[in-house]
């Protein structure tokens, strides 16, 4: 990744730059149903200026029996493209919860080759408590050139997890609730099972975070990680229900430098619902 881009932006620095040329906001608001969140609308209802609405369930694999599976390349190039964003922009991912989705939105700009990407830190939420302008016009940019060259180095399928289980060369943290790790809780997709893949670590993704939804000091990122076991010296994948919040914990590494982190796309809706994926509970 370019030094020049960092993982993480500021609202404070976002609002120096939001008329920058180079520069494209997205909104990557997504929520769970028992949320009871409708993001597209809350986009109409207020977004940062200039921002267009990411819609993460639209930009997917939706043949996949999988929620929102990374995209074919050609697909996510015509996506973006449409929504203004073409090769060397400046993307600069958002949410409403402060840091739940943007961060998957990063890794999947990432992953499609576009390193020029950053989460605003804290996000809408934020933005508004900082009395910030909002825009509630429906942004309709102009198309531009999108190459997408995915960087298979940081994706892994459940055959790369598989083999993991063998030799164990990463480590998987799991950012589900520690509930639904332990098969405690039951899953928010009823027909699967919960528990977790042998080996793999828990630490939810909340933990991670302040109260006003940033990312927690680097000291206390570290510590969250070692915690529970984590070696940061050693290669890492990271997992949850649907590969969301598995972008939680990814970007976290990313910020402590860690260079040898993998994200695994399908996450526990396709590992549980895989026949002879085992599952542990405890």
């Not at 630490?203 to 000291?219: I, Q």
């Not at 206390?220 to 990680?225: E, H, T």
């Amino acid at each position: 990744m370019s030094q020049s881009i960092p993982p993480l932006v500021t609202t404070d620095w976002l609002a120096d730059q939001l008329s920058a040329p180079d520069m494209r906001i997205v909104d990557g608001s997504w929520y769970l149903p028992m949320m009871g969140r409708d993001a597209k609308q809350e986009y109409l209802d207020g977004h940062i200026p200039g921002a267009v609405f990411f819609d993460l369930d639209d930009v997917s694999d939706t043949a996949s029996p999988f929620p929102h599976m990374l995209p074919a390349p050609e697909k996510f190039s015509s996506r973006v493209k449409h929504l203004g964003i073409g090769d060397g922009h400046h993307v600069i991912a958002y949410d409403g919860m402060g840091l739940f989705s943007a961060a998957r939105i990063w890794w999947m700009f990432k992953a499609m080759g576009h390193e020029n990407v950053s989460v605003l830190d804290g996000g809408l939420s934020k933005w508004k408590a900082e009395e910030r302008s909002v825009a509630r016009e429906h942004e309709n940019p102009a198309p531009r050139h999108h190459t997408a060259r995915p960087n298979k180095l940081i994706i892994r399928d459940i055959e790369d997890m598989k083999h993991n289980l063998e030799t164990e060369r990463e480590q998987v943290i799991d950012a589900r609730s520690r509930g639904r790790f332990t098969g405690q809780d039951p899953e928010p997709r009823p027909e699967l099972s919960s528990g977790h893949m042998p080996g793999s670590l828990s630490l939810p993704f909340n933990e991670l975070l302040a109260d006003d939804g940033t990312l927690r000091p680097e000291k206390d990122l570290r510590s969250a990680f070692e915690s529970v076991g984590v070696d940061l010296s050693r290669p890492i994948v990271t997992t949850c229900g649907s590969g969301v919040t598995a972008a939680v914990p990814y970007l976290a590494l990313t910020v402590l430098g860690h260079k040898d982190v993998a994200l695994y796309d399908g996450s526990w809706s396709e590992w549980a619902a895989s026949k002879g994926s085992t599952i542990e509970k405890g």
